[in-house]
Nanobody
């Protein structure tokens, strides 16, 4: 089993910044991709960003490109999501997930999930 714990969510005004963290523990894959998804009320869970084991490959959904940056520290088994220029439409519960495969954008391709952290952006 793999445990993922997210932190760093909160309430911020539009234009502000937040940094999310996700720490992994337990069984680890030989190499693994980690990602962030988000889910707003009444909407489906959507892909936000993903990062490969080496950190050399990343992928972002179009709506966050240029504003969000995903990074990782393998020594700490932790990934981060730096979110700048936040907008009210970024309001959602943010989840991190992990897979032993390559970067993917579909939730079904990820094996383990965290409990989520709430991000609320006020206008």
């Amino acid at each position: 089993q793999v445990q993922l714990v997210e932190s760093g969510g909160g309430l911020v005004q539009a234009g502000g910044s937040l940094r999310l963290s996700c720490a992994a523990s337990g069984r680890t894959f030989r190499s693994y991709t980690m990602c962030w998804f988000r889910q707003a009320p009444g909407k489906e869970r959507e892909f936000v960003a993903a990062i490969s084991w080496t950190g050399g490959n990343t992928d972002y959904t179009d709506s966050v490109k240029g504003r969000f940056t995903i990074s990782r520290d393998n020594a700490k088994n932790t990934i981060y999501l730096q979110m700048n220029s936040l907008k009210p439409e970024d309001t959602a519960v943010y989840y991190c997930a992990i897979t032993g495969h390559t970067i993917a954008t579909m939730a079904s391709q990820y094996d383990y999930w965290g409990q989520g952290t709430q991000v609320t952006v006020s206008s």
